[in-house]
């Protein structure tokens, strides 16, 4: 089951923008919801998995109804009939959770409201504000018009009477696909093309999701999501940047059907990442083609993704923090991403050991048979994580780049007749030579210890000039699986409109190394627990391969933080 917090209001980090000024200023003396509950609503539509996108929208939803004592709805917008899943609505509610979000009972579907809307609309058209139009896609193009043309229709004048009859006929699937819209009459001369007598319903034999094969229109979204907000008392609809030339009509929706309230709509910036696509038919292709193991593949931008990559819900909350909102789109570093991950980690992550890519070392001064144990920190930041005990004998496993026959300049690891290095927690050693298989490639390491030397510091206060190694006992560990996880493109702008974003796939975003040794600490461990493999970076188990006998991890991010502040 997937991690869940919830962040205390003391704990959720403090914040005011532009949209808090304006709800401020609504919910204050003489505002348009003076003295009333702040209401906002989370609409993703269920036809694929949340991402760091959504999530910065979610977060906007949520917090501004935490940080005014309101309440946030949670409802599916699920009017299009396309690719429309519960599998989707499940996983939504999953990554909402796991943020440590709540909807309490106020979880809806936009198809709930069916019956509601299709009322609104026959009463647009008895009020003379809507009309059955049967342009085709083509013609609606050709008579859009341009911002010096205004748009046409030959059918705006349609008798009322035959409009309602011919809706009805619409809803009762007497033609087909294509035959007939549903349009407002609003303004064809509108500077807005959105106010050129859009189009609120259109015929689609699809069957739905939750409503199967009952409905054959469906309610366009800038219809339907004003009337839904209204009725479930909304008091601040907030939304992308994207909307904002779709605000006249939301209001004039509100305004102009028989709806209990008028909700504000306000919009902010979308959030975009460098080295990623968020657009859900982009991440979807990935999946279908096979690019990538699925929604929740570790170099997906999706919350699954995220999750099981290692990600944590302090983290993310955090990242959509920090960024802020804001009215002009702009790009965020991945690397800031990994910024945050990486100081939850450092916190609260256990310290272990593991070699990914193992070479052995004997100590060949130490007794044969001999075994003893060494203390190792958990976490130096939290001394009430305690320490561990660890096996240490004349065999372990070390790094292969912690030694080379022949070093490079300022190398201050292992090499014949080099200078003394530390094992971590346990003695300085010197290398005094390999051993080689008959192709020349080194098979073990020879060093030597001191032992007066235990915890790593020399009896005679000699200063060590060596580098401090990680390293596992040879007879004590335990195998595991390693993925390495890098940027899913190579492209810092892969979404632009001039680029295939499949061609600027990298083909090095997953290295699988097999065959690594981590300590016997790690055998009972359970996702999602997170490590800090000393030296390497900060790894999880995965949620979905990692078995008792068969360990899996995933690199979530490395040590060393690439973002500059």
Same mark, same amino acid.
């Given at each position: 089951?997937?991690?869940?917090?919830?962040?205390?209001?003391?704990?959720?980090?403090?914040?005011?923008?532009?949209?808090?000024?304006?709800?401020?200023?609504?919910?204050?003396?003489?505002?348009?919801?003076?003295?009333?509950?702040?209401?906002?609503?989370?609409?993703?539509?269920?036809?694929?998995?949340?991402?760091?996108?959504?999530?910065?929208?979610?977060?906007?939803?949520?917090?501004?109804?935490?940080?005014?004592?309101?309440?946030?709805?949670?409802?599916?917008?699920?009017?299009?009939?396309?690719?429309?899943?519960?599998?989707?609505?499940?996983?939504?509610?999953?990554?909402?959770?796991?943020?440590?979000?709540?909807?309490?009972?106020?979880?809806?579907?936009?198809?709930?409201?069916?019956?509601?809307?299709?009322?609104?609309?026959?009463?647009?058209?008895?009020?003379?504000?809507?009309?059955?139009?049967?342009?085709?896609?083509?013609?609606?193009?050709?008579?859009?018009?341009?911002?010096?043309?205004?748009?046409?229709?030959?059918?705006?004048?349609?008798?009322?009477?035959?409009?309602?009859?011919?809706?009805?006929?619409?809803?009762?699937?007497?033609?087909?696909?294509?035959?007939?819209?549903? %349009?407002?009459?609003?303004?064809?001369?509108?500077? /807005? #093309?959105?106010? $050129?007598?859009? !189009?609120?319903?259109?015929? @689609?034999?699809?069957?739905?999701?939750?409503?199967?094969?009952?409905?054959?229109?469906?309610?366009?979204?800038?219809?339907?999501?004003?009337?839904?907000?209204?009725?479930?008392?909304?008091?601040?609809?907030?939304?992308?940047?994207?909307?904002?030339?779709?605000?006249?009509?939301?209001?004039?929706?509100?305004?102009?059907?028989?709806?209990?309230?008028?909700?504000?709509?306000?919009?902010?910036?979308?959030?975009?990442?460098?080295?990623?696509?968020?657009?859900?038919?982009?991440?979807?292709?990935?999946?279908?083609?096979?690019?990538?193991?699925?929604?929740?593949?570790?170099?997906?931008?999706?919350?699954?993704?995220?999750?099981? %990559?290692?990600?944590?819900?302090?983290?993310?909350? /955090? #990242?959509?923090? $920090?960024?802020? !909102?804001?009215?002009?789109? @702009?790009?965020?570093?991945?690397?800031?991403?990994?910024?945050?991950?990486?100081?939850?980690?450092?916190?609260?992550?256990?310290?272990?050991?593991?070699?990914?890519?193992?070479?052995?070392?004997?100590?060949?001064?130490?007794?044969?048979?001999?075994?003893?144990?060494?203390?190792?920190?958990?976490?130096?930041?939290?001394?009430?994580?305690?320490?561990?005990?660890?096996?240490?004998?004349?065999?372990?496993?070390?790094?292969?780049?912690?030694?080379?026959?022949?070093?490079?300049?300022?190398?201050?690891?292992?090499?014949?007749?080099?200078?003394?290095?530390?094992?971590?927690?346990?003695?300085?050693?010197?290398?005094?030579?390999?051993?080689?298989?008959?192709?020349?490639?080194?098979?073990?390491?020879?060093?030597?210890?001191?032992?007066?030397?235990?915890?790593?510091?020399?009896?005679?206060?000699?200063?060590?000039?060596?580098?401090?190694?990680?390293?596992?006992?040879?007879?004590?560990?335990?195998?595991?699986?390693?993925?390495?996880?890098?940027?899913?493109?190579?492209?810092?702008?892969?979404?632009?409109?001039?680029?295939?974003?499949?061609?600027?796939?990298?083909?090095?975003?997953?290295?699988?190394?097999?065959?690594?040794?981590?300590?016997?600490?790690?055998?009972?461990?359970?996702?999602?627990?997170?490590?800090?493999?000393?030296?390497?970076?900060?790894?999880?188990?995965?949620?979905?391969?990692?078995?008792?006998?068969?360990?899996?991890?995933?690199?979530?991010?490395?040590?060393?933080?690439?973002?500059?502040?």
């Amino acid at each position: 089951m997937a991690e869940e917090i919830k962040l205390t209001q003391d704990e959720a980090p403090e914040s005011r923008n532009f949209i808090h000024a304006f709800i401020e200023e609504d919910i204050g003396p003489g505002g348009q919801f003076e003295g009333m509950t702040v209401h906002t609503r989370f609409p993703p539509e269920p036809n694929g998995y949340l991402h760091i996108g959504h999530c910065k929208a979610l977060t906007i939803d949520f917090g501004t109804a935490e940080k005014f004592g309101g309440l946030c709805n949670l409802r599916m917008d699920d009017t299009n009939p396309t690719k429309e899943d519960e599998e989707f609505v499940d996983a939504i509610q999953q990554d909402i959770h796991w943020l440590g979000f709540d909807w309490g009972d106020r979880f809806f579907y936009g198809s709930d409201y069916f019956d509601e809307d299709y009322r609104q609309a026959v009463g647009l058209i008895k009020k003379g504000l809507a009309y059955v139009c049967e342009l085709t896609p083509e013609q609606f193009k050709e008579y859009r018009g341009d911002t010096t043309t205004p748009a046409r229709s030959p059918w705006r004048d349609r008798p009322i009477e035959e409009s309602l009859d011919l809706f009805e006929r619409m809803k009762n699937g007497e033609f087909p696909e294509g035959k007939y819209t549903l %349009r407002a009459k609003i303004d064809l001369a509108s500077g /807005n #093309f959105n106010m $050129r007598d859009p !189009v609120l319903y259109r015929i @689609n034999y699809l069957p739905h999701h939750r409503q199967g094969n009952k409905w054959c229109i469906y309610p366009m979204y800038d219809f339907a999501h004003p009337i839904q907000d209204a009725l479930e008392g909304i008091t601040h609809s907030l939304c992308s940047l994207e909307f904002e030339n779709h605000r006249p009509l939301y209001n004039w929706v509100v305004e102009h059907c028989d709806l209990p309230s008028h909700p504000r709509q306000i919009e902010f910036a979308r959030l975009g990442i460098d080295h990623t696509v968020l657009s859900k038919r982009k991440l979807r292709k990935l999946v279908e083609e096979g690019r990538v193991s699925g929604w929740d593949d570790p170099r997906m931008p999706t919350l699954c993704g995220l999750r099981r %990559r290692g990600y944590t819900p302090r983290s993310i909350r /955090n #990242f959509c923090e $920090r960024i802020g !909102v804001a009215k002009s789109a @702009n790009v965020v570093e991945y690397g800031f991403l990994e910024h945050c991950l990486r100081e939850d980690l450092n916190e609260t992550a256990q310290r272990t050991m593991a070699v990914i890519r193992p070479i052995r070392l004997t100590i060949t001064n130490y007794p044969e048979g001999k075994s003893e144990t060494v203390t190792v920190e958990n976490n130096p930041l939290d001394p009430a994580a305690g320490t561990r005990e660890i096996a240490f004998s004349r065999n372990l496993w070390i790094e292969s780049d912690d030694f080379l026959e022949t070093p490079v300049p300022k190398y201050k690891r292992l090499y014949p007749n080099g200078p003394e290095c530390r094992l971590k927690g346990a003695y300085l050693i010197r290398c005094t030579g390999c051993v080689k298989d008959e192709n020349g490639s080194v098979t073990e390491v020879l060093a030597e210890y001191d032992p007066e030397s235990r915890g790593g510091d020399p009896a005679d206060g000699r200063k060590v000039r060596g580098a401090t190694i990680h390293w596992v006992d040879a007879a004590t560990a335990i195998d595991a699986e390693v993925r390495l996880y890098d940027n899913l493109f190579t492209d810092a702008d892969p979404d632009a409109a001039d680029k295939n974003f499949l061609e600027c796939l990298n083909p090095n975003s997953l290295e699988v190394l097999t065959g690594c040794k981590v300590e016997p600490s790690l055998a009972d461990a359970a996702a999602p627990a997170s490590f800090q493999f000393m030296r390497l970076g900060y790894f999880c188990l995965d949620s979905k391969d990692s078995k008792p006998g068969h360990l899996v991890f995933n690199r979530s991010v490395s040590l060393k933080d690439s973002f500059k502040k």
